[in-house]
Nanobody, 126 residues
C-alpha cells in the first residue's frame, strides 16, 4: 500500500503562485509514477503533471505547460507541483496519484492510477 498526502492549496488572485506538496509513504518501491490531477465541478479529472520518478518521462498538457513544474525531494519522499501564473480556470481540487508503469509511456488517464490522495483545493480569483 502507498499513502499520499497533499497540502499547499489555497486561494490566490490571478497571476499568483502556489506550491502543492505530496508526501508519499508506505511501499514506495511499488510505484514509479507520481502525478497530479485536477477536477473542477462537473468536469472530468484531468492530468496536469505526470512524472516518472526515475526521470524518464515528464508531461504537462498545453493548458499548464510553462506555468506548472514538477520536482521531487527523494530525502523527504515528497513531490512538489509549483504553479505560477495561475488563472481562474485553474480553480479545482488537485489530487496526487501514484502507479507503477513503463518508463516509455506517459500515463495521463486517471483510471490507470492505483493510489490517490485526499485532494487539496486551489481557488483562483480574477
Amino acid at each position: 500500500q502507498v499513502q499520499l498526502v497533499e497540502s499547499g492549496g489555497g486561494s490566490v488572485q490571478a497571476g499568483g503562485s502556489l506550491r502543492l506538496s505530496c508526501v508519499v509513504s508506505g511501499d514506495t518501491n511499488t510505484v514509479n509514477y507520481i502525478s497530479w490531477f485536477r477536477q473542477a465541478p462537473e468536469k472530468e479529472r484531468e492530468a496536469v503533471a505526470v512524472m516518472h520518478t526515475g526521470g524518464y518521462k515528464t508531461y504537462y498538457p498545453d493548458s499548464v505547460k510553462g506555468r506548472f513544474t514538477l520536482s521531487q525531494d527523494d530525502a523527504k519522499n515528497t513531490v512538489y507541483l509549483q504553479m505560477t501564473g495561475l488563472k481562474p480556470e485553474d480553480t479545482a481540487m488537485y489530487y496526487c496519484a501514484a502507479r507503477r508503469g513503463s518508463w516509455s509511456i506517459v500515463y495521463t488517464e486517471a483510471s490507470g492510477y492505483t493510489y490517490w490522495g485526499q485532494g487539496t483545493q486551489v481557488t483562483v480569483s480574477s
